[in-house]
């Protein structure tokens, strides 16, 4: 018990201070995770062998990740990924195989460790991976889906893999492995023991019986419990489920990640979904973090030390290749700009099945204990180099053009007075109260499915980049008198605000931020009006909650419009101190500012609370 909670604090204390670190820095938690473990294991030897059985166990960090995912896509959705989960990823596993193989056979190693190598390290990293993709915000871009596709593909995949890889083993070899194998599991002793097709009817029916539960089963049980209205039993359910599909799905062979994966798709339409995500999500979060850091607590160092040109050779010259397919293949499915560098460094990494396929490969006789250790590092080396290989890719999407989805830009055939750039939530809510007030104007969005939707409705939009100078001038901003930015990217806003301030000094500019440094930003650039995404809706709800805490609807809106008003002049002060580049609480003239701009606000709005209650004190007076 003791040395169970000393281990448990190491990890602990390893994860709270060297993930803030490594988050702050921009490294992202990954990162972070890995550092920590390579400090309290190779470093420090702080831990040691007890580091692969808590791998076993973190393993299910992974299983819930593939849970959550699956809840989070419906059948449909999954229907309509067909062809990027077949195309894409189904080539990727063989092309990537077949040049690895050609590699390992290149240096020497005969025909059946060189394809053990290659389907091995045809996978790549679903934990790390998919965890950045979330944190980085990536995920809903062409080249997240893609490669999501691809991940998913790959724990597929490793179904037929562990029905491959026995067949690998010399015939002794591989007799010897079975005898072993049926002594300690049973489940393994009896598939065995029935045939190919038994084999299969197995497999099936425990496929057949998680959608038959998901779909008939687990509602009925999940209304049962929570009936008792006890957060911590509807937490054991979901735990429950969970468990018992991994283990399920370990009984007859096939890979724990993908059954909950497959129960999660089956679930996604339940009204109990967002239950079971919020009771799901934080073990998710801490075992995938104890994966992390259980891999750089397995890094051998003292093979390192002893290969390390060998190993470090090894490693990029994978990542290089994997690299190089998925370039190609990135260009044959028509990814271009940041999505396709996204998803070409994003999964140049050999993955957590890698481990698990290693040790059964060893098993089975197939690979020397040798060469498995330096699989191993291998493996770890590429997991460790990931987090770089995204922070690669964030400089490289300062400079790269993004071509993902665009199509080409529409002939503008009509020039309004107002020209509206992107149009999306916030933009078709301003497009639509203008135009239905009786003026024209200029849309242009570069999404042609936005568009597309835009015109169904009867309004008139033109698919381009707003940012282009040859567009907006075909958009007519010689002649425009209002230009209203409403884009996501921020820096293409800023960008816009400036070019058309220098073409045009005399052109009315409105433009979103996002935040306030957003607001300086485009100050700064030019614009003669800037609304916060969400300032006016966050004075609306304490509007509300200033009515139901006892004012009139007359005090509440005049202190509305103090503040609004106050707020604004305030941001605009403010923007002279501001400097870019340094955080605000960094600035010590900023902050003093903001603090003395605080005081004469709240003065001001005591001020106004005064006058508004003595105003409607003499107005109920006169009125009686």
């Known amino acids: 018990m003791e040395s169970f909670l000393l281990q448990a604090s190491l990890y602990l204390i390893a994860v709270v201070l060297a993930v803030p670190v490594a988050s702050r820095l921009g490294l992202g938690s990954v990162l972070g995770y890995l550092v920590a473990g390579i400090v309290i294991g190779p470093v420090l030897g702080l831990v040691g062998s007890e580091t692969a ?70 996978l790549s990293s679903t934990a790390i991976v998919l965890q950045t993709l979330t944190e980085k915000n990536l995920m809903r871009t062409a080249g997240g889906r893609s490669a999501f596709s691809v991940l998913l593909m790959q724990d597929i995949a490793v179904i037929p893999i562990l029905a491959l890889l026995p067949l690998l083993a010399l015939p002794g070899a591989r007799a010897l492995a079975q005898a072993q194998a049926a002594e300690t599991h049973v489940a393994l002793s009896f598939l065995q023991e029935l045939p190919a097709w038994g084999v299969t009817l197995v497999t099936l029916g425990a496929v057949a019986g998680i959608v038959l539960a998901g779909q008939y089963l687990v509602r009925p049980v999940y209304q049962f419990v929570h009936r008792a209205h006890l957060r911590e039993v509807n937490t054991a359910l979901a735990l429950m489920i969970v468990v018992t599909i991994a283990s399920l799905m370990l009984l007859v062979g096939l890979s724990p990640a993908l059954g909950a994966f497959l129960a999660g798709v089956v679930l996604a339409n339940s009204e109990f979904r967002h239950e079971l995500e919020s009771d799901i999500a934080p073990f998710k979060g801490l075992l995938l973090g104890l994966f992390f850091i259980t891999v750089g607590a397995g890094i051998d160092v003292d093979l390192l030390w002893q290969q390390p040109v060998t190993l470090a050779g090894l490693t990029l010259a994978l990542m290089a290749a ?84 665009r199509a080409p830009a529409d002939e503008i055939d009509q020039q309004e007075p107002i020209i509206i750039a992107g149009v999306g939530r916030f933009g078709q809510v301003v497009n639509r109260m203008v135009t239905m007030s009786g003026f024209s104007t200029t849309v242009l969005d570069s999404d042609l499915n936005v568009i597309q939707l835009l015109r169904k409705f009867g309004f008139k939009g ?138 004469e606000l709240e003065d001001a709005l005591i001020t106004r609370f005064t006058q508004t209650r003595s105003e409607s004190t003499n107005a109920n007076k006169a009125a009686e």
């Open 53 to 122: 059985d808590i791998q076993h166990f973190a393993e299910f960090g992974v299983v819930m990740m593939l849970f959550l995912i699956g809840l989070e896509l419906e059948p449909r959705a999954l229907w309509g990924m067909r062809d990027r989960l077949l195309g894409l990823g189904g080539l990727q596993i063989l092309v990537t195989a077949l040049v690895v193989t050609l590699g390992a056979f290149g240096l020497g190693l005969g025909w059946r460790l060189a394809l053990t190598l290659g389907v091995i390290l045809s």
């Open 322 to 405: 994997k690299g190089a397919v998925l370039y190609g293949l990135g260009r044959l499915f028509h990814l271009r700009g940041r999505d396709q560098w996204l998803f070409t460094l994003g999964l140049s990494q050999a993955g957590e099945f890698g481990f698990v396929l290693a040790a059964f490969a060893v098993k089975q006789r197939i690979l020397p204990e040798v060469l498995a250790q330096q699989l191993l590092l291998v493996i770890a080396l590429t997991m460790f180099l990931t987090p770089l290989a995204f922070i690669l890719h964030d400089v490289l999407a300062r400079y790269v053009k993004d071509e993902g989805d």
């Open 462 to 599: 033109y698919v381009g980049d707003p940012t282009r100078p040859e567009l907006l001038r075909a958009a007519g901003i010689a002649q425009a008198r209002v230009l209203v930015i409403c884009l996501d990217d921020r820096a293409a806003a800023v960008r816009l605000v400036d070019y058309a301030r220098r073409e045009r000094p005399d052109l009315h500019i409105i433009a979103r931020a996002r935040d306030r440094e957003h607001v300086y930003q485009l100050y700064k650039a030019g614009a003669d009006d800037i609304v916060r995404e969400y300032f006016d809706s966050s004075l609306r709800v304490a509007r509300y909650v200033l009515e139901n805490m006892g004012l009139s609807d007359y005090e509440a809106k005049e202190l509305e419009k103090t503040f609004f008003k106050l707020d604004r002049a305030a941001v605009r002060d403010l923007a002279e101190v501001w400097i870019p580049g340094v955080p605000m609480e960094n600035n010590p003239a900023y902050v003093a500012r903001a603090k003395e701009l605080n005081r």
